[in-house]
């Protein structure tokens, strides 16, 4: 059974920093790719940031570009999000998702996904 538990999020003030860890268990060694997304209430979810499983390759949300890193560690159990120059802008609940294939929606898509976890809040004071 595949579990991804998200964790890390708080409040911070604009111009700090927060570190999202995401938990995966379950078969990950054959998922194609994992992501972070967020949504505002109201809002569909946006892509932030993405890795391919395998090869490690990153790619970001030109909202999140310069600002964010994403990884994954060597057991490829733990997805980890780097935030640093947090604005309000950036104010979320955050998700981490994976995929198991390629598909047509491309991977900024949420429909790509497969699993989700539950979310974690990131709030961002003035």
């Known amino acids: 059974q595949v579990q991804l538990v998200e964790s890390g999020g708080g409040l911070v003030q604009a111009g700090g920093s927060l570190s999202l860890s995401c938990a995966a268990s379950?078969?990950?060694?054959?998922?194609?790719?994992m992501a972070w997304f967020r949504q505002v209430p109201g809002q569909e979810r946006e892509f932030v940031a993405g890795i391919l499983w395998s090869s490690r390759a990153t790619s970001y949300a030109d909202s999140s570009k310069g600002r964010s890193t994403i990884s994954r560690d060597n057991a490829k159990t733990t997805l980890y999000l780097q935030m640093n120059s947090l604005n309000p802008d950036d104010t979320a609940v955050y998700f981490c998702?994976?995929?198991?294939?390629?598909?047509?929606?491309?991977?900024?898509?949420?429909?790509?996904?497969?699993?989700w976890g539950q979310g974690t809040q990131v709030t961002v004071s003035l």
């Open positions: 998702a994976a995929a198991r294939r390629l598909n047509s929606y491309g991977y900024t898509d949420a429909r790509t996904y497969d699993y």
């Open positions: 379950g078969r990950t060694f054959s998922w194609y790719r």
